[in-house]
């Protein structure tokens, strides 16, 4: 039997300069982004993929046991390799103090299609923190970003 990270990637294709959202939740759903730094430490990670020409952020929300991201390709590198970069690089920052598995093996993703589907796909993110009720304000939740919305 092939591992589900497999399957996750069975049909996954990268294309430079297309546009993907992709979901990576945390190992056994542990709470780890409720930490304000943490979460911090993800959103700079991020940030430093798009720095490094990896990608370019659209949106973002990062969940307390996982994240939604929303960005461009912007490298011949694969998809997998870029999402492994950043959630490699927050795992290295986070567990200088612990050494814990922070992440759950793969990602699940999807192409966005066309301009209405990333538009959609930006306020679905968005707009997590209001469907787990964390928030009954978007702008009350300090983790998310969107260049779409102010």
């Given at each position: ?40 430490i ?25 994240m ?79 260049i779409?919305?102010?």
């Amino acid at each position: 039997m092939k591992p589900h990270s497999y399957k996750l990637r069975q049909h996954r294709y990268s294309n430079i300069n297309h546009y993907y959202s992709v979901t990576a939740c945390t190992f056994n759903r542990i709470k780890l982004f409720e930490d304000f730094c943490n979460a911090r430490i993800l959103i700079n990670s991020l940030k430093h993929s798009d720095l490094n020409g990896l990608s370019k952020t659209v949106c973002f929300v990062i969940m307390p046991d996982h994240m939604h991201w929303l960005f461009q390709l912007k490298t011949k590198s694969s998809l997998s390799s870029v999402v492994g970069k950043v959630k490699g690089r927050a795992s290295f920052l986070i567990n200088k103090t612990k050494k814990e598995q922070i992440w759950q093996a793969g990602f699940y993703d999807s192409l966005i299609r066309n301009e209405e589907h990333l538009m959609r796909q930006a306020r679905y993110i968005a707009a997590n923190p209001l469907r787990a009720g964390i928030v009954d304000e978007l702008r009350k939740y300090p983790h998310w970003d969107c260049i779409y919305l102010n």
